[in-house]
């Protein structure tokens, strides 16, 4: 079964990069990869581009049926509600979803 990945892309104001940077490493990531059947979590800041977008984060799941399933959990439930909790002002973000078509 071809691998699935989420994409969530994020902005954050300036006096809050350094905190947000810290706690999407430390406490969100690894949150996340405690998700049965995640795979792999990374992430990445803009260095070209006219998109407000600052950081894009790229998680992927095992397949399209453990990531659907992920995107009806209560795992992402939580963790929405802990960025939110922590970054909801001061932040903007938006996630999708693909599934491996090549090779």
Known sequence: MAVALFVVRATITPEQQEAFGHWYHHEHMPMLLQYNGAVSAKRYKKIMGDDKYQYVAVYEFANEEVFNDFMK????????????????????REGFGYVQVWP
């Open 73 to 92: 959990s209560d795992h992402l439930v939580k963790l929405k509600s802990e960025y939110d909790a922590n970054f909801g002002d001061a932040s903007e």
